[in-house]
């Protein structure tokens, strides 16, 4: 019996490892499959926080999945999935691999709800014994929150994850100096915020800031996210929940309280990070949500630049629409550091820029021809900046 809870932690991490060897199947009318006996994991809303209790991550294993109905009308729901997260019937995964994939994915998230609290808690007693100082306690959390992120993901590999520079042997993407900024990204799944900290190293560089991410105060709700979030000093802000796709609805009255936070975290030497987008995206495929301007007002305010990451293919472990949820369709996730600092005339601008940039990769994995001009903005354009940065 003792080596039962053994099994239940390294059977899904040997799993993981095993996923990487199996072969992609292409699937045709004669190799599909009946679904309705596959077991599938019953998951809080991506609109919500993403896991409620580890609970109820263990006591949902055993549902099973969405029934289809046998011959044409199953081929017709595989195909309108398929057109849901961007899937082909070319590159859809072997279904052996695609439920060890989930299965490495769900041991990630329940290792990261032990690992985060576990780790946090000492430094949580350090500065309510006024050991530590409060900037010392989010230095440390963003740095733990960083290693549980990037070694829980070496340990339990269920994602192939490449990471795109700039130019190989530039220094584009590695600043040896970085200065202070604010960084914005395209908002694809649930699991954003722990490949951001797995790779930001990678992404950033060794002599990178530490980050502090605007979130939904929502999140608060759930006590991992929030553990790390608060202890992290990462900043939240006020809004409905009116459900991904539809228009936020924004506590105006907190924004003062989010500058002088932001203020604040630039003169404490952190960078600020923004998902433009509000919220999650349940069609990354198709391009990003409408954006708001909030980097560029902080932008302004601050006389900081914008420099852009983008993610792609992490929608198909955990996808934003509530109906295809962790409906796992593909392992390998780009992401992309365009370390180039924008300045950008108006809100508009930056939007725009953002769309081609972040929001072409975000949908195809690949850069936009022309994306050092967006990035720049049409200010360092006219100041001949661009012609520069492409020397």
């Not at 849901?84 to 695609?98: C, E, F, I, V």
């Not at 190293?201 to 996210?225: H, Q």
């Not at 930056?350 to 903005?377: C, K, M, Y």
Request: aromatic share 8%; hydrophobic share 35%; glycine share 8%.
């Amino acid at each position: 019996m003792r080596g039962i809870p053994v099994l239940t932690i390294f059977l899904p991490i040997v799993l993981s490892y095993v996923a990487a060897f199996v072969p992609t199947a292409t699937t045709s009318r004669n190799t599909v499959q009946d679904v309705s006996r596959r077991p599938s994991l019953l998951l809080p809303s991506p609109s919500s926080s993403p896991f409620s209790s580890t609970t109820e991550l263990f006591s949902t294993t055993a549902s099973s999945s969405t029934l289809f109905i046998n011959g044409d009308n199953e081929l017709k729901d595989k195909k309108a999935m398929n057109a849901l997260t961007g899937t082909s019937t070319s590159d859809k995964m072997h279904p052996l691999k695609a439920g060890i994939t989930k299965a490495g994915m769900v041991s990630f998230i329940v290792s990261m709800c032990i690992a985060l609290p576990t780790t946090l808690f000492p430094v949580k007693l350090l500065h309510r014994a006024k050991l530590i100082s409060t900037l010392q306690k989010e230095q440390i959390s963003c740095r733990i929150g960083c290693f549980c992120s990037r070694w829980l993901m070496r340990v339990i590999p269920f994602a192939r994850v490449k990471v795109m520079k700039n130019d190989e042997g530039s220094s584009d993407s590695k600043e040896e100096k970085p200065e202070p900024t604010i960084w914005v990204c395209n908002h694809t799944s649930m699991l954003d915020i722990f490949f951001l900290l797995a790779k930001d190293k990678k992404l950033r560089g060794k002599n990178k800031r530490p980050i502090k991410i605007i979130y939904w105060k929502d999140l608060e709700k759930n006590p991992v996210t929030k553990v790390l979030f608060t202890m992290s000093g990462f900043i939240p802000v006020e809004m409905e929940d009116n459900g991904n796709g539809n228009a936020n609805t924004y506590n105006k009255s907190s924004f003062k309280a989010l500058l002088k936070s932001v203020k604040k975290a630039f003169d404490d030497g952190f960078d600020i990070g923004i998902l433009p987008e509000g919220q999650l995206n349940p069609c990354p495929e198709k391009g990003l949500q409408p954006s708001f301007g909030g980097a560029f007002t902080l932008a302004r305010m601050s006389k900081r630049p914008i420099k852009m990451m983008a993610i792609h293919g992490l929608h198909k472990l955990w996808h934003g629409d509530d109906k295809i949820g962790m409906t796992v369709t593909g392992r390998k996730v780009k992401m992309r550091n365009y370390n180039l600092g924008g300045k950008f005339k108006d809100s508009n601008e930056f939007i725009q820029a953002f769309e081609n940039v972040v929001g072409h990769f975000g949908a195809t994995g690949q850069d936009n021809p022309s994306w050092r001009d967006w990035s720049l903005g049409s200010s360092a354009l006219k100041n001949g900046e661009a012609d520069g940065a492409k020397k």
